[in-house]
């Protein structure tokens, strides 16, 4: 008796070797929309609109970073604070990280007495280096 090939027992259970990436494409997209809105959200800082000057580029401010808002706030990192605590805490908060530079980022449409104050305050607190935060200038032609 001659065997028969083909459909025999075992060969017809309707297994497929493709692989079905539809779901997984949906999870990625998903995933990807989520990112894309939440991205500008999770740059922190102050809210400070730095003037423009011709400047040498810091990778990351390593040390303690003050900022000035429009309003004429003080802010050290993130966190709020008053004048007359600022003075008498910054250098301790200096040591206590034991930073060497200190970076100052001021919105161009503050007093510039105010940054002048601000600055001298730093300065007192005994660090190698206060640094002044800037945007880059945009080449001529480029609005």
Same mark, same amino acid.
């Given at each position: 008796?001659?065997?028969?090939?083909?459909?025999? +027992?075992?060969?017809?259970?309707?297994?497929?070797?493709?692989?079905? *990436? #539809?779901?997984?494409?949906? @999870?990625?997209?998903?995933?990807?929309?989520?990112?894309?809105? #939440?991205?500008? /959200? /999770?740059?922190?800082? @102050?809210? *400070?609109?730095?003037? +423009?000057?011709? #400047?040498?580029? %810091?990778?990351?401010?390593?040390?303690? @970073? %003050?900022?000035? =808002?429009?309003?004429? !706030?003080?802010?050290?990192?993130? !966190?709020?604070?008053?004048?007359? &605590?600022?003075?008498?805490?910054?250098?301790?908060? %200096?040591?206590?990280?034991?930073? =060497?530079?200190?970076?100052?980022? $001021? =919105? &161009? $449409?503050?007093?510039?007495? +105010?940054?002048?104050?601000?600055?001298?305050? /730093?300065?007192?607190?005994?660090? !190698? #280096? @206060?640094?002044?935060?800037? &945007?880059? &200038? +945009?080449? $001529?032609?480029?609005?």
């Amino acid at each position: 008796m001659p065997r028969r090939r083909g459909r025999g +027992r075992g060969h017809d259970l309707g297994y497929s070797a493709e692989i079905n *990436v #539809t779901s997984l494409v949906d @999870v990625v997209l998903t995933l990807l929309v989520i990112f894309i809105i #939440t991205a500008p /959200m /999770m740059q922190g800082g @102050v809210e *400070v609109s730095i003037p +423009r000057a011709q #400047t040498q580029s %810091v990778a990351s401010p390593e040390g303690v @970073v %003050v900022s000035i =808002d429009r309003t004429g !706030a003080i802010f050290v990192g993130q !966190a709020r604070v008053r004048w007359e &605590e600022f003075t008498t805490q910054f250098p301790l908060l %200096v040591k206590e990280r034991g930073a =060497d530079n200190v970076y100052l980022r $001021a =919105d &161009e $449409a503050v007093p510039y007495g +105010r940054v002048v104050q601000v600055l001298g305050a /730093m300065k007192s607190a005994n660090v !190698a #280096t @206060v640094g002044l935060i800037a &945007e880059p &200038e +945009r080449p $001529a032609g480029r609005r």
